[in-house]
């Protein structure tokens, strides 16, 4: 298949989905969501990755920008996005993101929603949210199951980046080298010996063992909606778009 802001490469069981542009807009989440249901049937692996020196940074804050000074309505909707992390948790194959480079705001979503996370030393990850008035509401489903309330407080909080040892030690990275590559072909040789149907039930397994992030859902979408509508917050991003600037000073 031909997408326009991603690519999928098929080796089965393994399907690497290639992120090509640095920010997530619908047509990038409706891609993304083609290729993961046409993993349901015999893929086992599904590997994330992005640019080299950009994973994923979160909204498209410039085309949210253009589609408003268009004179189009603000009907931003998180919810295909929250659908998008829930099968990457919970679909029947293993999720493994190979993060190179930055990693913010929805970024870490896709990370925190993948079952193995897979680093090189230029990995960092933030959450920038606040920043503009905002929060992260959907990723913090995922972050929180992931390593924890404190540490993804902290991390909302602060909006500054952590580096990959930082993000190792508090779980969110599961392992990192300098050849992340390497790393990377090494988990896929165990990964790949795994059958379809044992990850399967295990996935189906987890989902109820651990079903925070599907009872969180309608809050996280409601919440995000709710800030990505404020006027305020709007003017916050615009002022970033446009001059580059935040609305606080130091």
Known sequence: ??????QARFQEPVCFLRFNRPTINDLFIEECHHVLAMCRESTTVVVLEGLPEVFCLGADFHGLHAKMTGGQQNEYNPEPLYDLWLKLATGPYITVSHVRGKANA?????????????ADQTAQFSLSELLFGLFPACVLPFLI???GFQKANYMSLMTHPISVQQAHSWGLVDACD??????????????????KMGITRYKSYLSQL????LKSKSLAVASNRE???DPRNLERIFLFVEKGEFSWKD
């Open 1 to 6: 298949m031909s997408y326009q802001t991603i």
């Open 106 to 118: 929805g970024g870490v979503g896709f990370v925190a929603a993948s079952d193995i996370v897979l």
């Open 145 to 147: 199951r992931r390593m």
């Open 178 to 195: 300098s050849q992340s590559d390497s790393l990377l072909r090494k988990h896929l040789l165990r990964l790949r010996r795994i059958s």
């Open 210 to 213: 651990n079903d925070s992030i």
């Open 227 to 229: 800030v990505f509508s």
